[in-house]
């Protein structure tokens, strides 16, 4: 998420500096513990809220286009999203360093955003013959991501995986079976990731320019003109945001859409005396309870799991995660639900080696696809709503989507200014139709519809939605979270799990498709989305 305004980062850099985790904090309850609890005593909950609202009134003033795209930001959490982007990466180079900077000429293509999606594209286009800029802050992967190892492999990063585990495993209760995947699964090496898309685009030859982008204009002469920090401009044919989903200042989005939800996560690396799982399975998640009493407290209204990376028998990255809530779940409470967790299975914590607080905007609106601006990555809502997931997604269509924009920028050469406007119309209208086809927003509504269904689950709802779930033939859930079911697929997927689902579990999909707008949406985007191009 790289659109966060100047006066919220300045603010936020110097309210971190002297606390910097956590607005309770947690009293160690031993010395041998303090390493991970180190600042939470430096912190009152007074003091902190006010630091928080503070932050929160300079971020909406100065660094985001409205309340959804400051909920986009980091919203209530803006701090600790900033302190996670802001992580020190030291064995991943400077793009500056790599790259030659951005010259005077026209460039045929900027992208804005120095993520893995970013990074993708611009080699992508570059290697397809065209000059292409890159422009964003100098920023680090600091996020650890998780994927299919198959998934990676398609793409030719199997190198970038620096564990994998041979199956996944998923407990929901105390009472039933675990599940297995059969399925491998990896964890990323940030570096490795990095520095390979950073070799890819000095290969091809992508210029650099590090810079926050304040606007995007459209010039006489058709050219997009990038307005960046201290008056540079930037001129380019065409301009693709790929800056996180917090975009709205350089992005129109469609006007009514669903409200955009968010999926957060409070992870730590740990050394740990023992470990009660099979360091061989990676924990896709372990819904079982945190405790074994009763609470009723402000944590217990959302629904969280665990997942659980063993890189060896006692170094463990484990994250408490909430899959998706209207107000986003502190992660105060979410680390508070972790330790808990962690007590109840008695593990005990030696060593801390990192902590992480993850944000992922899911659901919201889609661009407007009329506009000129282009975008690519959780810009252009390309996380899967129900999920999270979309680093895969964006690394895979980054090939078709450059081949597109270079296919159109090298066809068209008009001579007059009118010319020029309406291609630019056409180029931008067939580079969004190829980012999103009817058949994807049949797809996203599908989706859209399960997280509107999984917003309104409590806990045992949560357990009796995916125990139906991992009932289903296994191409059908493994499609689902690998996004690979056509529209048709997901129809036959619904019907599928609405026989096998018990009645309690019926009764509320017919009721939330009755009853909720999701259901509406995705019935009219079914029957009015061309339907003649379905698979």
Known sequence: MDCVGIGARNFTAMTVSFCPTGRRGFVPSSKKEASFFRYGALCNKHSLLQVRATAESVAVKEGFADEEDYVKGGGSELLFVQMQRNKAMEKQSKLVDKLPPIGDDVLDLVVIGCGPAGLALAAESAKLGLKVGLIGPDLPFTNNYGVWEDEFKDLGLEGCIEHVWQDTIVYLDDESDPILFGRAYGRVCRNLLHEELLRRCVESGVSYLSSRVESIVEGSNGHSLIACEH???????????????????????????????????????????????????????????????????????????????????????????????????????????????????????????????????????????????????????????????????SLSEAPKYASVIAKILKQDHPKASLCR?????????????????????????????????????????????????????????????????????????????????????????VKHLLSDPTGATMIKTYLTANLNSFP
């Not at 401009?233 to 693709?240: G, P």
């Not at 998706?324 to 914590?349: E, H, N, V, W, Y």
């Not at 969004?432 to 927003?441: D, F, G, S, V």
């Not at 129809?491 to 509320?508: D, E, G, Q």
Request: with cysteine.
């Open 231 to 393: 008056g540079i401009n930037v001129s380019s044919r065409l301009a693709t945001v790929a800056s996180g989903a917090a975009s709205g200042k350089l992005l129109q989005y469609e006007v009514g859409g669903p409200k955009v939800s968010v999926q957060t996560a409070y992870g730590v690396e740990v050394e740990v005396e023992s470990y009660p799982y099979d360091p061989n399975l990676m924990v896709f998640m372990d819904y079982r309870d945190y405790t074994k009493q009763k609470v009723s407290c402000l944590e217990a209204e959302y629904p969280t799991f665990l997942y659980a990376m063993a890189m060896s028998p006692t170094r463990i990255f484990f994250e408490e995660t909430c899959l998706a809530s209207k107000d986003a779940m502190p992660f105060d409470l979410l680390k508070k639900k972790l330790l808990s967790r962690l007590k109840t299975l008695g593990i005990r914590i030696v060593k801390t080696y990192e902590e992480e607080w993850s944000w992922i905007p899911v659901g919201g609106s889609l661009p407007n696809t009329e506009q000129k601006n282009l975008a690519f990555g959780a810009a252009a809502s390309m996380v899967h709503p129900a999920t999270g997931y979309s680093v895969v997604r």
């Open 421 to 509: 406007q309406i291609s630019n119309q056409n180029i931008s209208m067939q580079a969004w139709n190829t980012l999103w086809p009817p058949e994807r927003k049949r797809q996203r509504s599908f989706f859209l519809f399960g997280l509107a269904l999984i917003l309104q689950l409590d806990i045992e709802g949560i357990r009796t939605f995916f125990d139906t779930f991992f009932r289903l033939p296994t191409w059908m859930w493994q499609g689902f979270l690998g996004s690979s079911l056509s529209s048709a697929d997901l129809m036959l997927f619904a019907l599928y799990m609405f026989v096998i689902a018990p009645n309690s579990l019926r009764s509320r999909l």
